[in-house]
Nanobody
Framework: QVQLVESGGGLVQTGGSLRLSCAAS????????MGWFRQAPGKERESVAA???????YYADSVKGRFTISRDNAKNTVYLQMNSLKPEDTAVYYC?????????????????WGQGTQVTVSS
């Protein structure tokens, strides 16, 4: 069973930065596609970024140029560096693993999920 544990969330002012981490255990991390999603109150869960086994990346238009996803297979960890944060980035952020490596932006394509970490951007 794969377990994912996010960390790094918190409260930051507009324009600030945060770095989220997601540590994986119990599976073959290097072969998984990994994704970051977020969900704000009253809204659907949406894709933020994804990275596949070869480190190809995908970003939602709303975060392009501000967020960077990366992975360290030696540490079984995926990161999300978030810069120039805006109040609309406020949400619970989740990491997810797709064991088939499909590199998808759809939540339903992911097999394992972390518990989420809160990111709050104050104006």
């Amino acid at each position: 069973q794969v377990q994912l544990v996010e960390s790094g969330g918190g409260l930051v002012q507009t324009g600030g930065s945060l770095r989220l981490s997601c540590a994986a255990s119990g599976g073959t991390f290097s072969s998984y596609a990994m994704g970051w999603f977020r969900q704000a109150p009253g809204k659907e869960r949406e894709s933020v970024a994804a990275i596949n086994w070869s480190s190809s990346t995908y970003y939602a238009d709303s975060v392009k140029g501000r967020f960077t996803i990366s992975r360290d297979n030696a540490k079984n960890t995926v990161y999300l560096q978030m810069n120039s944060l805006k109040p609309e980035d406020t949400a619970v952020y989740y990491c997810a693993a797709d064991r088939w490596g499909s590199f998808s932006s759809r939540p339903g394509d992911y097999d394992y999920w972390g518990q989420g970490t809160q990111v709050t951007v104050s104006s």
